[in-house]
């Protein structure tokens, strides 16, 4: 099939150590061979250090998301489009609520080195939490 739909009821959710980041992947290396995607949800104040070797663009659905970096920060709320270029150093935070994105990685995000040198800290979870 040509086309597909996915939702978050979909995606195959980890939580990010001890943090109040869920990440749920519906595209990965298990069903892409070229890009991933999926949807992450940050609990109020929830932030994840990543150093990404994969390009991403990120659509903030609800709260405010901001991404900081060493060339400075960046802050998009509802509708409004990140792109996250690959090996910059990130922070991604969430503002004073939580906050619901929707994610695209070219190549697929959790296939690369630093995914799999990671992979301890991503604990598989039923989804993320109730609203």
């Known amino acids: 099939m040509s086309i597909s739909k996915f939702t978050a009821d979909d995606a195959a959710w980890v939580r990010f150590g001890d ?9 990965h290396e298990k069903n892409s061979t070229s890009m991933g995607a ?12 990543w150093t990404p070797s994969y390009d991403e663009v990120i659509v903030v ?12 920060s960046v802050t998009a709320g509802p509708g409004e489009v990140v792109w996250v270029r690959a090996s910059a150093p990130v922070t991604f935070r969430a503002g004073a609520q939580k906050t619901w994105i ?8 959790d296939a690369t080195p630093e995914a799999k040198s990671q992979a301890s800290a991503l604990h598989p979870v039923d989804g993320p939490p109730a609203d």
């Open 38 to 49: 999926g949807f992450a949800c940050f609990e109020a104040g929830a932030l994840m250090t």
């Open 61 to 72: 659905r609800s709260g405010r998301f901001t991404v900081d970096s060493e060339d400075g």
């Open 102 to 109: 929707a994610f695209a990685t070219h190549p697929i995000w």
């Open 19 to 27: 943090s109040g980041v869920y990440i749920g992947n519906v595209l």
